[in-house]
């Protein structure tokens, strides 16, 4: 029976053809149907029955799977199926008696396998290319994408070790003496570092990110010497010498495809490549395949860490040189406040300011004659500023991070975090000559201490992207699937061996959905896709919209029209929303310089954009100087006893250590503000004590009654809508005159009696 069905055939199809049911004229078919419909509705419920016995087989599962149907279209296919043969007023009349014959026992299951199939071709049409489509998607060898790297003996030399012991100063010095060399890193504050360092030492280099050039030479001639980030580098430009820094971000779930596009396709007789000894076996596995040996060279760190006994416990024992480690704007915000309260100035570091900004800072706080000798900063300082940082003090060791499956949750600080951060202390060279670690708060030291002695996780993959070749192949034989679902296809289909996984497309398909109604064709769709802007940023996604629709009428985006829409100028900011708006305009300005770089006649004024931004620069650089004004303005304008500076929209999923709020558990009245939490083992419960320190009582006296409940809501262990119903039930209470446990009782007795009026 499944030999008939195996290739999607049976001898209804193959003889079907000229059988007389299908050459009944049109209106004696349909006549047909009626009364094959009239005589088996009293089947339908064995219809129904077979169907199900149907998907269930094994045998047809795999049938599907051999014919592009995984478990996924598998199980969709069927659900359409289904509805089609129960619901349907056109159902075919081979159909019908192919379906009748299996409710009376003359038939098999099994023969309704090719009408499943022929649905399923015409839901998706992609199974009809498969193979092709398959091809096109096989993933499992990047090492021949490179033929020209492929072409030459390379060596590779990993330079391997913890933060702060040289690892990189000797691949640098390496790349200083060759006679061309390109550096790649993961930041453009790192690549310009390089640039500067190689003109310092009369290298000429050029830099190149994605939003600027800057040549060496006066007449535009490309140097021999490149710094750029990572994402920028050409694989196609022969090198003596190619450095790749930070090398473990080759695991990143959304850009670790650049890193292995550099490792694999870089064309240079030498590639160095720093980072973390847990990658050493991943890259020596890689290079394995492509033929090529890797000599490691290991360093220790230059100088020693200390990690202290005791804990901060309060901003009064500051002490020059110390950098409180936040991982949350708000934090930032209210930490700089309670230091600045206490008559010490601090400079301020996070992930969204502008390069500039950010050195600008940096520079504040080593300079010996600035009375600036506190920093606060985010995790931003873990790769790209040099900084003089006697102790590392961590606010929380829990962290908003994105899973595997593009998800934001919560969850404590890897050791490998925990190490590149605490790394910045006692940096080599610097005033400072041993560096020291502690946390904010008692609690949450044993834990930092146990995730800095614990080893590093070994990189185990690396990452891949779609090119936008692959995905031409793809839109060639799907004309009419749009970019979002090409991506997916392609995802869905592609074939990956144990050394590699996919990156995270959900920016790009973020992306490729909110412009999916703009006329554009293919190639720009996929290049406006790969824009690098935080979708969480309303400001900027709307102009990228605005930037799409412009280029498809194919008018020139020029200087008047963004000044325009952007209402430029602008004027210093009065308060944190203004200063967020000025960073969101300094994002759409870097967009901007991006896109000019790809579509030079539609983007033309890139040199006067570039000026501008310049300036919004030094106006953002004087907000943050004069943050905690700002933040004095924001609480004052807000509601009485609101302690939210600026909203951090942030869904959270489950973490990874489960914990968690119970949100979807009713919050009693009684219990005003107790979170339940579930916290299976040790480990966890050390997590849990990192959430209740956060509820400090010195937070709660800078920041008043709204502090502890915007402090859960941010952490993800209270929503919104959890406190409105607390507010609300609360306000009953106290009308009622009903109060702790009282209330409880009171609660219970009226659910019974509840329930006694409805018995």
């Known amino acids: 029976m499944l030999q008939q069905v195996k290739d999607g055939s049976s001898l209804w199809e193959k003889e079907g053809q000229n059988s007389h049911y299908n050459c009944l004229p049109s209106s004696c078919s349909a006549a047909f149907t009626i009364l094959l419909k009239r005589s088996s509705v009293k089947h339908s419920s064995e219809v129904l029955k077979n169907l199900n016995k149907f998907y269930k087989r094994k045998e047809i599962q795999r049938l599907g799977a051999e014919n592009g149907l995984d478990a996924r279209l598998f199980h969709q296919v069927f659900i359409s199926f289904r509805k089609y043969i129960m619901e349907s007023s056109s159902v075919s009349a081979d159909l019908h008696i192919i379906l009748n014959d299996i409710c009376c026992g003359a038939g098999h299951v099994d023969d309704l396998f090719p009408f499943f199939l022929r649905h399923a071709k015409q839901i998706f049409p992609m199974l009809d290319c498969m193979d092709d489509l398959r091809k096109i998607s096989d993933l499992r060898l990047p090492p021949n994408w490179y033929p020209d790297a492929r072409a030459i003996q ?35 504050l790192l690549a310009h570092e390089i640039f500067q360092k190689s003109n310092d030492a009369n290298v000429p280099c050029d830099l190149v990110t994605g939003e600027e050039r800057v040549y060496a030479n006066e007449d535009a001639r490309q140097a021999p010497h490149i710094a750029c980030t990572i994402e920028m580098c050409s694989t196609n430009t022969p090198y003596e010498v190619a450095v790749i820094d930070e090398i473990q971000m080759i695991r990143d779930p959304a850009r670790g495809w650049a890193w292995t596009r550099a490792l694999l396709g870089l064309c240079a007789e030498e590639i160095h490549v720093c980072g973390e000894a847990a990658a050493i076996d991943l890259v020596t596995e890689l290079m394995y395949t492509t033929g090529e040996e890797v000599e490691v060279r290991n360093y220790k760190r230059l100088t020693p860490l200390t990690v202290l006994d005791y804990a901060l416990e309060s901003l009064d024992n500051l002490r020059p040189g110390d950098c409180i480690v936040c991982f949350s704007k708000n934090d930032i915000y209210s930490v700089s406040r309670q230091i600045e309260a206490r008559g010490l100035e601090c400079a301020v570091i996070y992930g969204s300011l502008p390069p500039g900004t950010k050195l600008e800072q940096a520079k504040k706080f080593n300079d010996p004659d600035d009375p600036c000798k506190i920093l606060v900063a985010t995790d931003a300082i873990g790769m790209g500023l040099n900084l003089c940082i006697k102790r590392i003090i961590f606010n929380s060791i829990v962290k908003p991070t994105i899973n595997e499956k593009g998800e934001k949750e919560i969850d404590s600080i890897t050791t490998s975090q925990a190490l590149q951060i605490a790394g910045r202390a006692g ?61 997916d296809i392609f995802v869905s289909l592609s074939q990956v061996d144990g050394l590699y996984f996919v990156c995270n497309i959900d920016d790009f398909k973020f992306l490729a959905d909110m412009i999916q109604h703009i006329p554009l064709n293919l190639r720009s769709r996929y290049v406006f896709c790969t824009a690098p802007l935080n979708r969480k940023e309303p400001f900027v996604c ?29 004027a210093a900011p009065k308060n944190i929303k203004e200063l967020v708006h000025l960073e969101a305009v300094h994002d759409v300005f870097d967009l901007y310089l991006w896109l000019s770089y790809r579509f030079m006649d539609m983007f033309p004024d890139a040199v006067l954009v570039r000026d501008i931004q310049k300036k919004l620069d030094d106006i953002i650089q004087v907000g943050v100087c004069n943050i905690t004004k700002l933040i004095r303005a924001s609480q004052s304008a807000a509601a009485p006893g609101t302690a939210e500076v600026v909203s951090e929209d942030f869904p959270l999923s489950r973490t990874r250590r489960d914990i968690r709020a119970v949100s979807d558990r009713r919050v009693k009245s009684t219990e005003a503000l107790s979170i339940a939490v579930e916290v299976p083992g040790e480990r966890r419960a050390k997590n849990l004590k990192a959430y209740q320190s956060a509820t400090r009582q010195e937070d709660l006296k800078s920041h008043g009654r709204g502090s502890l409940a915007n402090r859960l809501l941010r952490e993800g262990l209270l929503t919104r809508e959890m406190l409105r119903q607390l507010e609300s039930e609360w306000q009953d209470q106290h009308r009622n005159g009903r109060y702790g446990l009282g209330s409880k009782r009171d609660d219970q007795s009226s659910s019974k009696e509840t329930g006694k009026k409805k018995k």
């Not at 000797?170 to 453009?188: D, E, M, N, T, V």
């Not at 201490?449 to 995905?471: C, D, F, M, N, Y």
């Not at 009419?480 to 090409?486: F, I, K, R, V, Y």
């Open 154 to 188: 390379r060596k590779i030399i990993f330079h391997a070790g913890p933060t702060n012991s040289g690892k990189t100063y000797h691949a640098i010095q390496r790349f200083l003496s060759a006679k061309s060399g390109i550096y790649c890193g993961p930041l453009k």
């Open 427 to 487: 940096r080599y060279g610097s005033s400072f000559k041993q560096g020291e670690v502690t946390t904010m708060h008692r609690d949450d030291l044993m834990q930092l201490k146990e995730i800095l002695s614990e080893p590093v996780r070994p990189v185990k993959a690396a990452g891949l992207h779609p090119t936008p070749e692959q995905i031409e192949m793809f839109a060639y034989h799907l004309p009419d699937a749009t970019l979002s679902n090409l991506i």
């Open 542 to 570: 709307t102009m990228l919209l605005k930037f799409a629709r412009q280029f498809s009428r194919n008018e020139p985006l020029t200087f008047d029209w963004l000044c325009r829409h952007t209402k430029w100028p602008l």
